[in-house]
C-alpha cells in the first residue's frame, strides 16, 4: 500500500529565499509528525499534528518555520528567509493514531534541502 | 532535559553474531521508547516501540528491553545478517510527544 510521501525528495536553494516542504501521510493517519537531520547530528523532533491541530510548536528552531495541516491530510512546511544552517534532511511521518495503541510512526523518505 | 546517549557509536561483526545496542536516558518520566533503523537514503523505519510500563518487545530476530528506572534500554539482534547494516536509532518520547533521538549507533555486519 502507499506509505508517507514527501516532495520534493530534493531541493536547492539561496539564502534568503522561502521554501515549502510537503508531506503527504497514510490515508487515515491522525497523526503527522515533522524531523529534520542536519549533518553529522541527530534527529530533532520539530512539531506534531493531531488532526489539523498542532498543540505544541516549541520545537520548531525559530519563527522562520511554521507548519500547517489541511483536511488532516496533506501537511507543508515552510522556512522563510532561508539560512545556510536550516540546511538538512526533512523527514515526515504519520500514525493512526497519536496515542496508544496504534502509535507507530511509518515515516517518509525525506526531503534534502541545501541552502547555498 | 532529557538527553539520550548510544553506546557503541559504531559496531562492526561478522554475519551470525548475537549483538546488543545499548541505550541510555536522563529523565525517567517518558511515555514510550521506540527503536528505529536509518539507511542511508531511505526514510526511517520503526523497528520495536515499547510502552513505558513495558518491559520488552520482541519482533523477529529483534527484542528490545526496558528499564525506565535505570534510564536504559538495548536492542538485542539475534543472528546478524548484512542486510541489518544500517543505523540504529533510540528515541524516548515524553507525554509531551516530544521525541528525543540518541546520535545511533552505526552498524556493519560483515559476510
Do not use: M
Amino acid at each position: 500500500g502507499a506509505g508517507v510521501s514527501q516532495s520534493p525528495s530534493n531541493k536547492v536553494t539561496e539564502k534568503g529565499k522561502d521554501v515549502e516542504l510537503r508531506c503527504d501521510p497514510i490515508s487515515g493517519h491522525t497523526a503527522l509528525y515533522w524531523y529534520r537531520q542536519r549533518l553529522g547530528q541527530g534527529l530533532e523532533f520539530l512539531i506534531y499534528f493531531q488532526g489539523n491541530s498542532a498543540p505544541d510548536k516549541s520545537g520548531l528552531p525559530s519563527d522562520r518555520f511554521s507548519a500547517e495541516r489541511t483536511g488532516e491530510s496533506v501537511s507543508t512546511l515552510t522556512i522563510q528567509r532561508t539560512q545556510q544552517e536550516d540546511s538538512a534532511v526533512y523527514l515526515c511521518a504519520s500514525s493512526l493514531t497519536l496515542g496508544p495503541p496504534r502509535e507507530t510512526q511509518y515515516f517518509g523518505p525525506g526531503t534534502r534541502l541545501l541552502v547555498l | 532535559k532529557q538527553e539520550v546517549t548510544q553506546i557503541p557509536a559504531a559496531l562492526s561483526v561478522p554475519e551470525g553474531e548475537n549483538l546488543v545496542l545499548n541505550c541510555s536516558f536522563t529523565d525517567s518520566a517518558i511515555y514510550n521508547l521506540q527503536w528505529f533503523r536509518q539507511d542511508p537514503g531511505k526514510g526511517l523505519t520503526s523497528l520495536l516501540l515499547i510502552q513505558s510500563s513495558q518491559r520488552e518487545q520482541t519482533s523477529g530476530r529483534l527484542n528490545a528491553s526496558l528499564d525506565k528506572s535505570s534510564g536504559r534500554s538495548t536492542l538485542y539482534i539475534a543472528a546478524s545478517q548484512p542486510g541489518d547494516s544500517a543505523t540504529y536509532l533510540c528515541a524516548v518520547v515524553n507525554y509531551g510527544q516530544n521525541f528525543v533521538f540518541g546520535p545511533g549507533t552505526r552498524l556493519s555486519v560483515l559476510p
